[in-house]
């Protein structure tokens, strides 16, 4: 089975700085898709980016990136300019390439990042 | 926003008593999902369905049904509940390419 570590239970960061959240996953299959989500303190999951595993390039949006390390199973989300609505709670998650039946996320527990003024 | 709505948004309810849980789509999804969060637990799958009468349990299903008789319509029932079933509620949709949605959570507390 499937599963997601974030080892990192709370981070803090100053705005305007770069902050960096772990994640690792262990799994045995070669494609898969990851997938990084936000939940402020309103409680919604906002998607914040995705990766394919079978494209070497990181996913980039805005001033999200990732680190993406196929053969250490690792998967990192980079936050630039850090800015106070950055504030949430951070999941990773982690779906099996095939759809249907087999598509539900696995997640980790999260990373609640605070991000002073 | 992929037009996912949960109602209710807060319910309490006493031991033993039913409840109903009620999740809406307005994008004609195929996959939709109901996860429960528990905090030190992430989310965690319940039940699934593939279409309209097609549904599945996950990872933490003892206790909860559902049930899909029109695509837009996703219901997660507690039988009876437990307080071990207070929790946060998430229903998603799936698209059809790969990524979830969710929509905001139904907080129930069961006394």
């Known amino acids: 089975a499937q599963t997601v570590t974030q080892s990192q239970p709370e981070m803090s960061v100053q705005e305007a700085e770069t902050v960096t959240l772990s994640c690792t996953y262990d799994t045995s299959e070669s494609d898969y898709y990851l997938f990084w989500y936000k939940q402020p303190p309103s409680r919604q999951m906002i998607l914040v980016i995705r990766q394919e595993a079978y494209k070497q390039q990181n996913a980039t949006e805005n001033r999200f990136s990732v680190n993406f390390q196929k053969a250490a199973k690792s998967f990192s989300l980079k936050i630039s300019d850090s800015q106070l609505g950055d504030a949430a709670m951070y999941f990773c998650?982690?779906?099996?390439?095939?759809?249907?039946?087999?598509?539900?996320?696995?997640f980790g527990k999260g990373t609640k990042l605070s991000v002073k003024p | 926003d992929a037009g996912i709505t949960q109602s209710p948004r807060h319910k309490v309810t006493e031991t033993g008593t039913p409840v109903t849980l009620r999740c809406h789509q307005t994008?004609?999804?195929?996959?939709m999902y109901w996860y429960r969060q528990d905090p030190g637990h992430g989310l965690r799958l319940i039940h699934y369905s593939y279409g309209v009468k097609d549904t599945d349990k996950g990872e933490v299903s003892d206790g909860y049904s559902v049930s899909r008789s029109k695509t837009e319509d996703f219901l997660l029932t507690l039988e009876s509940a437990t307080s071990s079933q207070t929790s946060v509620y998430f229903c998603a949709i799936g698209t059809s390419g790969y990524e979830q949605y969710f929509g905001p959570g139904t907080r129930l507390t069961v006394t």
């Open positions: 994008e004609n999804h195929r996959y």
């Open positions: 998650a982690y779906r099996r390439f095939y759809g249907g039946s087999q598509g539900n996320l696995i």
